[in-house]
């Protein structure tokens, strides 16, 4: 009764947000929606067994059954969701999608009998009942078709945005109405301090809009710059063939990958997973869908054919050290400042460059002893119609 009587002091505006902030509440913590497929036979598959088998195959894959099993849990090798390390085993996603539509003998196959040493090793005493790997089958078929758990603000940054906002609501409304606070200025601090995290929270998600600094995507291929550049010491101009003389440094076909891999058919780490999916885009002339790392914005002009053909820039300058990478990443954040600063850093080498024969000012000024450096700041770099045209 206390409490009801309580409520009915309560000041309408705020009987207002705290109802919008449960509705916001519920409708951000609804499940993502899933993805849709136009494979309708595949669906109606799934739909034709029941949610239980489903979730028992979920439950063995993820080692939640058998509960006396003495083996590795599927999942332990074949992983759900990204890490930040290179995981060489094939993962949930890339075998679903392999044997979606598949008969059951021939994912049976794969899984007692895999291609590989090893994978074989890692098989070595996997048991399981032919009833329970059709459920593992049919819940991969179901990832085939959903994909994986689409990602989003994480909770934490969620539930402080809110909290934060709800401060500052209430700061303002003892602030207008209530005057419950015994300082005023504690009230107003409130109101500052949460408007300056708020605004700075939004500026930061702002700003990652347009930059995507260690930005370390999946790709359909597990490719490690490690084993080719570094290990194996292939040049970056071998494989990334228009460097030298095109905007963009080009992508290898697959034509160039079987100049290797037409002998090399297994891989120390990935076995032979990966590099049958080379062979078949090869084949097939499918082309593979590579996620783009390093993008700019539309209305930034960049050549790789000005940097690394005229000014000899080596590549790990913007892009790291690449030879040590496994999983590629975005080292620089790729923004205007990083460009401006590296212009005026970087020293041009003038003498043995036919290029620069054309700035006879500074080459007599270089001879003269009037100046004794040339950077690219000096011969226009940071002109805005350089880059913006």
């Avoid at 109802?19 to 519920?26: A, C, D, N």
């Avoid at 003998?105 to 048991?127: L, R, T």
């Avoid at 005229?310 to 954040?333: L, Y």
């Amino acid at each position: 009764m206390r409490k009801v009587i309580l409520l009915r002091h309560v000041p309408l505006q705020l009987k207002a947000f705290i109802s919008l902030l449960f509705l916001f509440i519920f409708l951000i913590s609804g499940n993502p929606v899933k993805a849709q497929t136009t494979d309708e036979e595949d669906e109606s598959a799934i739909e034709s067994h029941s949610h239980n088998d489903i979730q028992r195959g979920e439950r063995f894959f993820k080692g939640l059954l058998p509960k006396d099993r003495k083996f590795e849990s599927c999942v332990s090798c074949h992983i759900l969701s990204k890490s930040d390390t290179m995981n060489w085993n094939p993962s949930a996603m890339d075998i679903a999608s392999k044997f979606a539509g598949k008969d059951f003998a021939d994912f049976q196959s794969a899984v007692m009998q895999p291609n590989g040493k090893k994978m074989e090793a890692s098989h070595k005493d996997f048991k399981i009942e032919e009833e329970d790997l059709k459920k593992v089958k049919l819940y991969l078929d179901e990832l085939a078709i959903t994909g994986p758990h689409s990602v989003g603000p994480t909770i934490n940054q969620i539930v402080i945005f809110i909290l934060l906002g709800l401060l500052m609501t209430l700061a303002l409304l003892d602030l207008i109405f209530f005057h419950k606070m015994k300082y005023r200025f504690v009230t107003i601090l409130i109101l500052l301090v949460s408007m300056v995290v708020q605004v700075k929270m939004i500026a930061t998600a702002a700003i990652d809009l347009g930059r995507s600094q260690n930005y370390a995507p999946d790709q359909p291929i597990k490719f490690s710059h490690k084993v080719h550049a570094g290990d194996n010491q292939i040049d970056c101009k071998y494989c990334h063939t228009t460097v030298e003389f095109n905007k963009s440094a080009g992508i290898p076909a697959m034509e160039l990958c079987m100049n290797c891999h037409v002998l090399v058919r297994e891989g120390t780490n990935s076995g032979k997973f990966e590099i049958a999916k080379v062979v078949e885009a090869n084949e097939t002339k499918k082309p593979v869908a590579w996620v783009r790392l390093h993008n700019l914005p539309d209305h930034v002009f960049f050549s790789h054919a000005q940097h690394v053909g005229v000014a000899k820039v080596d590549c790990k300058q913007c892009h790291g050290a690449v030879a040590e990478m496994d999983i590629m990443k975005q080292t620089s954040d790729l923004s205007m400042g990083w460009c401006i600063n590296c212009h005026r850093d970087t020293k041009v080498n003038f003498k043995d460059n036919a290029y620069y024969d054309s700035y006879m000012k500074l080459h007599d000024q270089l001879k003269g002893g009037g100046i004794d450096t040339i950077r690219a700041v000096n011969i226009g770099a940071n002109d805005c119609m350089r880059c913006h045209y």
